[in-house]
């Protein structure tokens, strides 16, 4: 999983920037503009946050793990979806892919929705572990 998380998040840590470039030398029609900034608006925060979760440590219990994991595949999903189909919008893309956008940016509020409950559930773990007061 974590593998997956860190390749993904450079996937869209490059598109961001790459799209960034071509926004600013390439792009000339303003629409195709703001398609693309909104799109890496979102596309590098969420790159980092994968990278951050790629790189935490693993959780002993089963249901931390499995938040952790569905939390990251949701974001992941969500913000490739999200962003990639506002940059092939801004580069010309058949404007029926809009249809995707709104399915990435809900699989970007699932995963940060299952990133909460993931530190819920370790607040949790934590506080089962605290010896019992005299």
Request: aromatic share 6%; proline share 5%.
């Amino acid at each position: 999983m974590r593998r997956w998380l860190i390749v993904v998040a450079g996937l869209n840590g490059l598109a961001a920037v790459t799209a960034g470039a071509a926004a600013q030398h390439l792009w000339v029609d303003e629409p195709a503009r703001a398609l693309a900034d909104t799109a890496i608006r979102y596309g590098l925060p969420h790159a980092a946050a994968l990278l951050a979760l790629g790189a935490l440590p693993t959780s002993t219990r089963r249901l931390a793990r499995g938040l952790l994991a569905i939390a990251g595949t949701s974001l992941a999903l969500g913000v490739t979806l999200f962003a990639g189909s506002l940059y092939a919008l801004a580069a010309g893309a058949p404007p029926e892919l809009t249809y995707v956008v709104p399915a990435g940016g809900s699989l970007m509020i699932l995963g940060w929705g299952l990133l909460l409950a993931y530190g819920v559930a370790l607040g949790r773990d934590a506080s089962a572990e605290k010896p019992a007061r005299q």
